[in-house]
């Protein structure tokens, strides 16, 4: 029937239209293969993260009597908890709608456990040894590293292998070719997608990316940016900015004359909610601003956290809107406008890792296509993208992937 039409697609796209449109499952390693001709992603690497199976009733009540804090809204809210609460209490139905269309679809369920093989990826991402990217781009060595793309041409002579020696920092790097190619650095491989280009920098370069021409800009930007926040874990994990540095980040310079849809991701602190309305979108010039929901799910489909749970929900915040758009061209006419909130339904994976949004996010974006797409913050690649950050190689490493 249709569920099992479904279900195909699913395994061919990484795509399940759970409610016609507002609310989609999502396998990000599907999505992300999309990328790949010679490589795929590991499942097992992609998610990484381990999930306790959910509690059993009698185990949840013996936890909350040991409890002292309360993990619920408190009683005595301050004012900014008072507005978090509310905005939780506005879009709760909105989750619970999304996530009992995810518990209806039973074919979906039962094969997620064997998408995800959580078991294996513990062994699995044992062996990586990571470059600290970060830290060697500060360092007073960065501008003397060198990256080896390995065919850069696409070339598979078979005799002599075609190398070619780039700076690693600062500098863009793009791969002309339509197959994946390799590149070498420091004894570990990367993967880099066909026809991506990066620029591994700090803010500082990242205006390098700005075209001359604006007819040659983005149609599409995706910010994920380094949010302080008062996570120990996340400290460790990778280097923060004060909130006042994302209001001077170029987004209507990057954006296409033809307009551009921005895709910036939110976390659920108000006080952070708060600065990006009142602040933010006014000095980046975005309108439209339409908040979607990511939710986040364990293997067996249960969400990875209690949805009322105050300082931990299991969502996370994907604010759209446009920028440089003018509502009578005629290129608005053909695209989907922003309107209602949706949903995106995912297990996660590495931390702070987001879902990939081009397939997601397509038939928003005003312009040409294939459309131009920029992911400022990235940690990975794409193919046909632009991506930016001082780590975009990250999850390139070529311990993530197997081979086809
Ligand atoms: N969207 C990414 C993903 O899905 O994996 C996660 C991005 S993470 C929230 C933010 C990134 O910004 C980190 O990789 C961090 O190292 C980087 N970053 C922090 N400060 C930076 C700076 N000054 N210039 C460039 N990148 C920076």
New binding site residues.
Partial sequence: GLEAELMKSFMESGLYRLDQSDVVFIDPVRLLNDSYSRFRLSPSAYYSRHFPPSSTPNEKRNRKRKRNKPRHAPLNLNERELCAEERHQQVRPLLLNAHRKLLEASQLLRILPRIVESEAALECRERVVEQNF?ELGSSWRAPFCEIALKNPQGLRSGLSEGRKLVPLFDNIISVESDDDIEAEFQNAIYVLPPKSLFLM???RQVRKLIAGDSAEGFNLIVI????ENGSARQKAM????PNRQFMYLPVKELAHSDGSLVAL?ITNRQKLQDFVVKDLLPAWGISHATPFYWLKVKPDGSLIGDLDLFHHRPYELLLLGYVNVDFNSECMKTIKHLKESRVIISVPG?Y???PPLGKLLEEYIPGQRPSRCI?L????LVAGWTS????PL??QDATYYLGK
């Fill in positions: 970060v920098s700090d803010l994920d940016p380094p949010w990778y280097p923060t900015l991701w590495a702070s890792r987001k992911e913050f990235a940690r990975e930016w950050g001082n780590e990250h999850f």
